[in-house]
């Protein structure tokens, strides 16, 4: 019987509108370039304002449930956030969230655009992100939506967000460490002051910080030293590091600088490392002339054991200049001829630390006379200088006999090693077979001048 009815045939549409149950959620998240920014800000969507059949002076309102709690690091206080309303090109009222007050995001704003109701947006920032100390972890509360109107019907939803920050955990650079260089350019860095060097840098950190140090070898490499100077092999323990308690030697173990340095307001730390090395090892391990080089590893690690780290590896440099330096004691002296025995016997004079001598390579000390002859006033009469003969005092080494003076330069040292405040006895001598120049010249007081010169060997 239906075969020959027509048949019809309709299309039911089901149209769903889903919304996001938690897209009005507020997530906020403060990482080095929020920090470097100086404020963070997220404006999530899903919220709605409905003006019912009637509304007058609607105000949407909100107050916090209670300051942002982390289960590990304590609190934010919610006033370090700001709240503003914004419906397209409309923007409301920016207020300082708070725990204690309903504040308006709207003042009469609704009520001017009853017609309008309908989704909105709230655009959630934390504005001055240098005036607190973000500490690591996840915070969160909520915050209770409401409105102050005259109505019948009206509603905002959600009537609760939940506000969430995350600080991530970080350890950053914000100022650079330089290469450390410790320049050895003054004698008295041997002697009595310490040869020393600050290098500063600034960590950006949500996490307390330990900085340790550590070389990443055990020997310094040398380099530029005088012709035929073996390495020295110096060992990097004879240098020295310390921030803030007390000075440790450098090893290829991280050693730790400081052991807790808290979150500051701002996020931002400044240290500084004093890296020196004191006269007595300068005076064992870096008397020769060049450079002694090496790397070292700068690191900072998180006190409290969440996964954040600093490392830096900078060049460290010990420059060792060409440094002399030579004086000469006792510039005067007298060798008398006073009786038979001197003619006899001859004269021996010994001057205790009569040449000092400094020099960061090897060196020679030659000696001569300005001129021939020892001459005398009132007198034609002269003595050849080659009567006097130098060599080492008793107990002294390194220092040749010169068995005649001359007017040429002739070496009393010869290639001695690098030393700091190195004194030399020196014996002068008038031995017996050269007496037979005194006799028969006429009494008087016989003068010669003598130059001491400082080389390099």
Do not use: C
Not at 223 to 251: C, E, F, H
Not at 311 to 329: I, P, R, Y
Not at 359 to 368: H, L
Request: hydrophobic content about 40%.
């Amino acid at each position: 019987m239906w075969k020959n009815k027509p048949l019809r045939s309709f299309w039911l549409i089901l149209l769903v509108w889903y919304t996001e149950a938690r897209a009005q959620n507020a997530l906020l998240t403060i990482n080095e370039a929020a920090l470097i920014a100086g404020s963070v800000s997220v404006t999530p969507g899903g919220y709605n304002y409905d003006p019912g059949l009637l509304s007058l002076l609607t105000n949407i309102m909100v107050k916090g449930n209670g300051d942002l709690v982390s289960g590990t690091n304590g609190t934010l206080p919610l006033t370090k956030f700001t709240a503003t309303y914004v419906k397209g090109t409309t923007v409301g009222n920016t207020i300082a969230l708070n725990t204690t007050t309903n504040q308006s995001l709207t003042s009469e704003l609704l009520s001017a655009l009853r017609l309008t109701g309908g989704p909105f947006t709230v655009k959630y920032e934390a504005p001055n992100l240098a005036a607190t100390a973000w500490e690591a972890g996840t915070y969160s509360n909520t915050l209770a939506y409401s409105l102050a109107s005259i109505n019948v019907g009206a509603s905002v939803t959600p009537a609760q967000a939940t506000m969430t920050v995350v600080v991530d955990p970080l350890i950053k650079e914000s100022s650079a460490p330089g290469n450390i260089a410790l320049v050895v350019n003054d004698l008295k860095y041997f002697r009595n002051t310490t040869l020393e060097v600050y290098n500063a840098f600034q960590l950006r950190h949500t996490v307390p910080v330990q900085v340790g140090l550590a070389a990443n070898t055990a020997q310094l490499a040398f380099a530029n030293g005088y012709t035929g100077v073996a390495d020295p092999q110096t060992t990097v323990g004879k240098i020295q590091v310390q921030m803030t308690g007390s000075a440790v030697r450098l090893t290829t173990t991280s050693q730790q600088l400081v052991a807790n340095a808290l979150v500051p307001v701002g996020n931002k730390t400044n240290f500084s490392t004093r890296v020196f090395i004191d006269p007595s090892d300068l005076k064992t391990a870096f008397i020769n002339k060049g450079n002694y080089t090496t790397t070292v590893t700068l690191q900072g690690v998180n006190a409290s054991g969440q996964a954040a780290t600093y490392n830096k590896v900078l060049n460290l440099a010990v420059t060792v200049n060409d440094l002399s330096e030579f004086n000469l004691f006792t510039t005067a002296l007298t060798l008398p001829f006073q009786t038979a025995a001197d003619y006899k016997n001859g004269i021996t004079k010994d001057l205790s630390n009569h040449l000092q001598v400094s020099k960061t390579t090897p060196y020679d000390i030659s000696v001569k006379a300005q001129a021939a002859d020892f001459i005398t006033t009132g007198s034609a009469a002269t003595l050849p200088v080659s009567i006097l003969e130098l060599s080492a005092a008793d107990g002294q080494t390194d220092v040749n006999t010169i068995s005649a003076l001359s007017t040429t330069d002739q070496l009393l040292v010869s290639g001695a090693f690098p030393a700091v405040d190195r004194y030399f006895n020196i014996r002068y001598r008038i031995p017996p077979s050269r007496t037979q120049y005194l006799i028969n010249k006429p009494a008087g007081t016989y003068t010669a001048v003598l130059n001491y010169t400082l080389t390099a060997h």
